[in-house]
């Protein structure tokens, strides 16, 4: 699939988080920007399988992400001094807030045009943290472990939960965690019991926000490793 650039319209959020107001642009119009990106393509581009890689989902602060960062700002200590790993970032509110509050962050996140929004990102709300092109799902590059590994909806697609959940945990530091936010997808309950299969225990709270339920999974490793 050839690179396709778009200028999408944008428009500028800002949401208060802690103490500190962060300041994100996003895409103005999911809709618009499909059409866009859309007119872009030829038709046989649009019927290839790597098409929906290109969609502009990134470009939307999604409920799933808002809770997350909330969350981390209420519990700044699982960030504060520690080495901080988001997957999938998108427009990057909770690696902004867990670099506030402290964290070593990097931010990740497949999609070409990510990179642009996420540091664009970080300027408006004044905050300085790292990011890097990764397919997290699939690559087996070699970025390190971290303290925490974060994430919000990460469950939409249908591959094999063992799959994601040995994912996540392939860059986790022994005695690390795994903090997820999540919208009831389908795929949750086969997610949870993979990660049960894998050794991980669970915490789980309820939030909502943009008058969405979400739940919020924080994991760690049942026994850890004496090896």
């Known amino acids: 699939m050839r690179p396709i650039k778009v200028r999408y319209p944008t428009r500028t959020r800002s949401l208060k988080v802690k103490d ?19 007119n872009e393509m030829t038709q ?17 602060l999604w409920p799933s992400g808002i809770a997350l960062a909330e969350f981390i700002g209420e519990h700044p200590e699982l960030v504060r001094g520690k080495k901080v790993l988001e ?56 970025i390190g472990t971290f303290d925490i590994v974060i994430g919000s909806d990460v469950l939409y697609e249908s591959k094999h939960a063992r799959e994601v959940a040995s994912g996540l945990i392939r ?24 990660m049960k299969e894998e050794g991980m225990t669970e915490e789980m709270s309820v939030r909502h926000a943009e ?7 924080k994991f760690q490793k049942t026994i850890e490793d004496t090896e």
Not at 21 to 38: H, K, T, Y
Not at 91 to 117: F, I, M, N, R
Not at 181 to 188: A, E, G, M, V
Not at 211 to 217: C, M
Request: glycine fraction near 6%; charge should be negative; include cysteine.
């Open 87 to 142: 997957l999938g970032c998108g427009l990057g509110l909770p690696s902004l807030v867990s670099s506030y509050l402290g964290g070593k962050v990097l931010a990740t996140d497949y999609h070409p045009d990510v990179e642009e929004y996420y540091l664009r990102n970080c300027r408006h709300s004044s905050v300085e943290s790292s990011y890097k092109r990764l397919n997290w799902r699939e690559s087996k590059e070699d």
């Open 44 to 60: 046989e581009e649009q019927l290839d399988p790597f098409a929906e890689d290109l969609c502009p989902y990134f470009g939307v």
């Open 171 to 194: 860059f986790l530091k022994p005695g690390g965690r795994i903090l997820l936010s999540d919208p009831l997808r389908p795929y949750l309950q086969k997610f949870l019991t993979a």
């Open 20 to 38: 500190k107001v962060f300041v994100l642009e996003e895409i103005r119009s999911l809709d618009e920007a499909i059409d866009l990106i859309c």
């Open 211 to 217: 008058e969405k339920e979400i739940l919020i999974f």
